[in-house]
């Protein structure tokens, strides 16, 4: 079991700075990727941002050059530097776990934390 929880959403200015943090805990060893995900009202859950354990990124067309995912190993932490936000931004964003056991792979997710960018 990997439990996530996130925390750092709010409401920002266009053009402005967010940090999302997500930290997990339970089974950390059986992580094999972390990822952010957003779903906007009326719009499929997509995704934002992901790094796997190797350490490479992967980001939404939408976010390159705005957006940065990083990790903090020692504290089991994910984050996501959000800047020069948009309207288009605002969305509830969930953190996500993909984890690998000899029992099978499963996925985890946290409750989700609101960005509101608006003026």
């Known amino acids: 079991q990997v439990q996530l929880v996130e925390s750092g959403g709010g409401l920002v200015q266009p053009g402005g700075s967010l940090r999302l943090s997500c930290a997990a805990s339970g089974s950390i060893g059986s992580i094999t990727a972390m990822g952010w995900y957003r779903q906007a009202p009326g719009k499929e859950r997509e995704l934002v941002a992901s790094?796997?354990?190797?350490?490479?990124?992967n980001y939404a067309d939408s976010v390159k050059g705005r957006f940065t995912i990083s990790r903090n190993n020692a504290r089991n932490t994910v984050y996501l530097q959000m800047n020069s936000l948009k309207p288009e931004d605002t969305a509830v964003y969930y953190c996500?776990?993909?984890?690998?056991?000899?029992?099978?792979?499963?996925?985890?997710w946290g409750q989700g934390t609101h960005v509101t960018v608006s003026s």
């Open positions: 790094i796997i354990s190797g350490g490479s990124t």
């Open positions: 996500n776990a993909d984890t690998a056991t000899v029992s099978g792979n499963r996925v985890y």
